[in-house]
C-alpha cells in the first residue's frame, strides 16, 4: 500500500530535510558544518550585489553568523570540503569526491573539451608543470605566452580553459579561494590518497548521490531527485528502484502531483515548520523551478541575465519564506559604501497573507548581518509601500 500525503505535509517535510524550523542559536564551526552535511551540496555563484549566494542558506537556516568561519570549513587548504562540478559549481563533501570519478573520466571526452584539449596538449602539459612545482595559483598568476584574453565570448585566456579542463578532469582542485577567485593545485596535494586513488563504478556511484539527493530533499519525484546533482533521469530511475528495493526510499502519493512520489526513511514529518527567511537563487528550496512551482505554487524566474527594461520583479530578487509558504520575493543590494541595506522592489506573492513584523525583523537582521546600519526603500512592487510604511512605524515605537 501507498502512503498518500497532502501538499502541505511534503512541504513540511521538505523544508524539514533541508534544515528549517529548527531552534536557532549561537552558530559556530559544529552548526555550520552539520547543516552542510545535511545540504551535501553548497552551490555557487559570484555575483555580489547582495550577498554570494553560498553564504545565504546557512543565514536562512541558522540565523546570523560568522562569514569566516564559513570560508575556513570549505576554502582552506586541507578541509574537510572540496569543489567539483555538482549540481553546477558547488561545495562537497570530500569523501564524496570519488562518486564524481566517472564524471571526471566522461568530461574527458566529452564535446566541451576534446576539441581544445586535443589542440592545446602542451598548455596541458605546462599547467601541470606549473601547478605541481608553484601551486597553489589563481589563473592571473600563471603566467605564458598563451595567456591572452582571445578565447570564446566570456574572454577565459587559454591558460584558464586549461585549468578548467584540469579542473573536470579531477587532475587539479580548487585550493581555496582569493577574493573568490580560485587557486588551483594538483590533486594529489588535498585529496587524501585513499580517496585521489578510490574508482567507484558508475552505477554504484549513481545510487549513492541519489540516496543523498533523496535524503537531502525529504520527498521528491524522479525529476526532484535526478536534478539535486544534475544526473539523467534513466540511472535515476534505475537507482531509486534499489533503493526501494532496500528500504531506503518508500513510494508515495502526494495530492496534487502528477507524478510518483519517494519518501527518504529518515525524513521528518512535521506538524508545523517555523521560519522567516529570504533564499539564495540557488537554494536547494528554489533551485529546481519546477519543483518550487509545484511544492510551494511559486513561479521563480532569476532576473540577473536579463536586460533591465524587461524585468519584471529586479536583479536579484530573494523569494520570502514565512514558515510553510513562499509569500513574496525581495530584491535587495547591499550598498557597503554608505551602509545601507537597499529594498529594491518588494512583492507579495498572488493573494498570500505577509505578517510584516517578521518581515521587518528579518530585514533589520539581514541588515545587521551584513554590518549595514540602516534599511533604505525604493519605491518598486506592489508590496514595497506596505512595507516600507510598516518599518518606519516599527522604528517609532
Given at each position: 500500500?501507498?502512503?498518500?500525503?497532502?501538499?502541505?505535509?511534503?512541504?513540511?517535510?521538505?523544508?524539514?530535510?533541508q534544515?528549517?524550523g529548527?531552534?536557532?542559536?549561537?552558530?559556530?564551526?559544529?552548526?555550520?558544518?552539520?547543516?552542510?552535511?545535511?545540504l551535501?551540496?553548497?552551490?555557487?555563484?559570484?555575483?555580489?550585489?547582495?550577498?554570494?549566494?553560498?553564504?545565504?542558506?546557512?543565514?536562512a537556516?541558522?540565523?546570523?553568523y560568522?562569514k569566516?568561519?564559513?570560508?575556513?570549513?570549505?576554502?582552506r587548504?586541507?578541509?574537510g570540503?572540496?569543489?567539483?562540478?555538482?549540481?553546477?559549481?558547488a561545495v562537497?563533501?570530500?569523501?564524496?569526491?570519488?562518486?564524481?570519478?566517472?564524471?571526471m573520466?566522461k568530461?574527458?571526452?566529452?564535446k566541451?573539451?576534446?576539441?581544445?584539449?586535443?589542440?592545446?596538449?602542451?598548455?596541458?602539459?605546462?599547467?601541470?608543470?606549473?601547478?605541481?612545482?608553484?601551486?597553489?595559483?589563481?589563473s592571473?598568476?600563471?603566467?605564458?605566452?598563451?595567456?591572452?584574453?582571445?578565447g570564446p565570448?566570456?574572454?577565459?585566456?587559454?591558460v584558464?580553459t586549461?585549468?578548467?579542463?584540469l579542473?573536470?578532469?579531477?587532475?587539479?582542485?580548487?585550493?581555496?579561494r582569493?577574493?573568490?577567485?580560485?587557486?588551483?593545485?594538483?590533486?594529489?596535494?588535498?585529496?587524501?590518497?585513499?580517496?585521489?586513488?578510490?574508482?567507484?563504478?558508475?552505477?554504484d556511484?549513481?545510487?549513492?548521490?541519489?540516496?543523498?539527493?533523496?535524503?537531502?530533499?525529504?520527498?521528491g519525484?524522479v525529476?526532484?531527485?535526478?536534478?539535486?546533482?544534475?544526473l539523467l533521469?534513466?540511472?535515476?530511475?534505475?537507482?531509486?528502484?534499489?533503493?526501494?528495493?532496500?528500504?531506503?526510499?518508500?513510494?508515495?502519493?502526494?495530492h496534487?502531483?502528477?507524478?510518483?512520489?519517494?519518501?527518504?526513511?529518515?525524513?521528518r514529518?512535521p506538524?508545523?515548520?517555523?521560519?522567516?527567511?529570504?533564499?539564495?537563487?540557488?537554494?536547494?528550496?528554489?533551485?529546481?523551478?519546477?519543483?518550487?512551482?509545484?511544492m510551494?505554487?511559486?513561479?521563480?524566474?532569476?532576473?540577473i541575465?536579463?536586460?533591465?527594461?524587461?524585468?519584471?520583479?529586479?536583479?536579484?530578487?530573494?523569494p520570502?519564506?514565512?514558515?510553510e509558504?513562499?509569500?513574496g520575493?525581495?530584491?535587495?543590494?547591499?550598498?557597503?559604501?554608505?551602509?545601507?541595506?537597499?529594498?529594491q522592489?518588494?512583492?507579495?506573492?498572488?493573494?498570500?497573507?505577509?505578517?510584516?513584523?517578521r518581515?521587518v525583523?528579518?530585514?533589520?537582521?539581514?541588515?545587521?548581518?551584513?554590518?549595514?546600519?540602516?534599511?533604505?526603500?525604493?519605491?518598486?512592487?506592489?508590496?514595497?509601500a506596505?512595507?516600507?510604511?510598516?518599518?518606519?512605524?516599527?522604528?517609532?515605537?
Amino acid at each position: 500500500m501507498v502512503d498518500s500525503f497532502s501538499a502541505a505535509q511534503a512541504r513540511r517535510i521538505a523544508l524539514a530535510a533541508q534544515g528549517f524550523g529548527r531552534p536557532r542559536g549561537p552558530v559556530g564551526t559544529r552548526q555550520l558544518n552539520l547543516a552542510l552535511q545535511r545540504l551535501a551540496v553548497l552551490q555557487l555563484d559570484s555575483v555580489n550585489v547582495f550577498e554570494r549566494s553560498h553564504y545565504l542558506p546557512f543565514f536562512a537556516r541558522l540565523g546570523p553568523y560568522d562569514k569566516s568561519l564559513l570560508d575556513r570549513l570549505t576554502f582552506r587548504p586541507k578541509s574537510g570540503y572540496t569543489e567539483y562540478w555538482a549540481h553546477q559549481a558547488a561545495v562537497i563533501p570530500i569523501e564524496h569526491r570519488p562518486l564524481w570519478h566517472w564524471s571526471m573520466q566522461k568530461w574527458r571526452t566529452h564535446k566541451s573539451f576534446l576539441p581544445w584539449a586535443s589542440e592545446h596538449p602542451e598548455m596541458l602539459d605546462f599547467l601541470r608543470a606549473e601547478l605541481r612545482d608553484k601551486g597553489p595559483l589563481t589563473s592571473g598568476q600563471v603566467e605564458h605566452d598563451a595567456n591572452k584574453r582571445s578565447g570564446p565570448w566570456w574572454g577565459w585566456s587559454d591558460v584558464k580553459t586549461g585549468l578548467e579542463t584540469l579542473f573536470f578532469w579531477g587532475e587539479v582542485v580548487v585550493a581555496g579561494r582569493t577574493r573568490f577567485e580560485r587557486r588551483y593545485d594538483v590533486a594529489e596535494r588535498h585529496v587524501p590518497p585513499e580517496l585521489l586513488g578510490r574508482e567507484i563504478p558508475k552505477d554504484d556511484a549513481v545510487r549513492e548521490l541519489v540516496r543523498l539527493g533523496s535524503r537531502a530533499l525529504g520527498i521528491g519525484t524522479v525529476s526532484d531527485i535526478a536534478d539535486y546533482y544534475r544526473l539523467l533521469q534513466a540511472p535515476t530511475k534505475a537507482a531509486i528502484r534499489d533503493l526501494v528495493d532496500s528500504g531506503e526510499l518508500l513510494p508515495v502519493h502526494v495530492h496534487g502531483w502528477d507524478a510518483p512520489a519517494y519518501l527518504h526513511r529518515d525524513a521528518r514529518i512535521p506538524r508545523r515548520i517555523e521560519a522567516a527567511a529570504l533564499l539564495s537563487p540557488f537554494d536547494p528550496i528554489v533551485w529546481e523551478r519546477d519543483r518550487a512551482l509545484r511544492m510551494f505554487g511559486f513561479h521563480y524566474r532569476i532576473e540577473i541575465y536579463t536586460p533591465a527594461p524587461k524585468r519584471v520583479f529586479g536583479y536579484y530578487t530573494l523569494p520570502l519564506l514565512i514558515d510553510e509558504a513562499l509569500v513574496g520575493r525581495i530584491d535587495l543590494k547591499s550598498d557597503r559604501q554608505a551602509g545601507v541595506l537597499r529594498v529594491q522592489s518588494a512583492w507579495r506573492e498572488g493573494e498570500a497573507s505577509v505578517d510584516l513584523d517578521r518581515v521587518v525583523a528579518l530585514l533589520d537582521e539581514t541588515a545587521a548581518w551584513q554590518g549595514l546600519g540602516s534599511v533604505e526603500f525604493a519605491d518598486r512592487g506592489d508590496l514595497i509601500a506596505e512595507l516600507a510604511a510598516h518599518y518606519s512605524a516599527a522604528r517609532q515605537r
